[in-house]
């Protein structure tokens, strides 16, 4: 089942504006997450799936920032 099948497209969006602030907020200060939990939670995701989604998103964004990190010295 695609993501598409499950939520309809305006909260898929809206997931999408909120996950692209909160990369933001992450890159500039940290605390992305605190933008990522409740809207993933105001989707009806359950709270373990959430916060397993939200762990996963910074996960990514720690990986990423450190790759760049490393290659710019």
């Known amino acids: 089942m695609a993501a ?3 939520l309809p497209l305006d909260t ?3 997931l999408i504006a909120v996950a692209g602030l909160a990369g933001l907020v992450d890159a500039i200060a940290g605390g992305g997450g605190l933008l ?12 373990v799936q959430a ?10 964004g720690t990986l990423t920032a450190s790759v ?5 010295g």
């Open 4 to 6: 598409l099948d499950i």
């Open 36 to 47: 990522a939990l409740p809207a993933l939670l105001w989707a009806g995701l359950p709270p």
């Open 68 to 72: 760049h990190y490393v290659r710019k």
């Open 51 to 60: 916060l397993a989604t939200n762990k996963l998103q910074g996960t990514f």
């Open 12 to 14: 898929l969006l809206i």
